[in-house]
């Protein structure tokens, strides 16, 4: 059990065009998702939390305009990636929170914006 | 906010040694402390976690050990085998409030040498 996907594993954009990233929890229900963000070699980081039926809480430092967050179900929340640019190219990877505190972290998604 | 200082960056060890990777955390306040296994390329992986209330948890060949006073705690592998190595992170989860996602140390690439 504990099961998270996430799609697309992988998307190539041009600059200025919007990206949506689906993460799901497939065997469980959670009302929390995170989303976190990995350069290479490097952390994650992470951007917002997400709690279903509710507006996300970003990170210092993370525009909410610009990294849309909604989480509409207790399985399925996604990240919108707004006129992405080159320097959006990333590692975004989510994680869906079951019980009080373990994360199951999803596969990821490699974006890059040309 | 909570900020995770991990050492060291990179560790080699012969297979069939004990690696120990050290963590300290800056926020009296958490309370959750997870170990994540990432392999090149694929999802991070919980392998152990521990709460604030244990001093010690074990399984198998991982260990964790936790010191609230000196706001530090360590992974312990014994008899390292070569799938054993990989890249770990170490993280505290923030206390409270809507965001309580998980603040990672910067990893250790563990190196294990045939």
């Known amino acids: 059990g504990a099961v998270v996907s996430q799609h697309p594993s992988w998307v190539i954009c041009k600059s200025g065009t919007s990206v949506k990233i689906e993460c799901r929890s497939l065997d469980f229900q959670a009302t929390t998702m995170f989303w976190y963000r990995q350069f290479p070699k490097q952390s994650l980081m992470l951007m917002a939390t997400?709690?279903?039926?509710?507006?996300?809480?970003?990170e210092q430092g993370v525009e909410k305009d610009k990294f849309l967050i909604n989480h509409a179900s207790l399985t399925l929340s996604t990240l919108t990636v707004t006129s992405a640019h080159p320097e959006d190219s990333s590692f975004y990877i989510c994680s869906a929170r079951r019980g009080l505190e373990t994360q199951y972290f999803g596969p990821g998604t490699r974006l890059l914006v040309l | 906010g909570e900020n995770v200082e991990q050492h060291p960056s990179t560790l080699s060890v012969q297979e069939g040694d004990s690696a120990v990777i050290k963590c300290t955390y800056s926020d009296s306040a958490s309370n959750y402390f997870p170990w994540y296994k990432q392999e090149l390329g694929k999802r991070p992986q919980l392998i152990i976690d521990i709460r604030s209330n244990v001093g010690e948890k074990k399984d198998q060949r991982i260990a964790v050990t936790l010191n609230k006073t000196a706001k530090h705690f360590s992974l312990h592998i014994t008899e390292t085998q070569p799938e054993d190595s990989a890249v770990y992170f170490c993280a505290a989860r923030k206390a409270g409030g809507g965001a309580d996602g998980l603040t990672f140390g910067k990893g250790t690439h563990l190196i294990i040498q045939p």
């Open positions: 997400s709690n279903e039926g509710s507006k996300a809480t970003y």
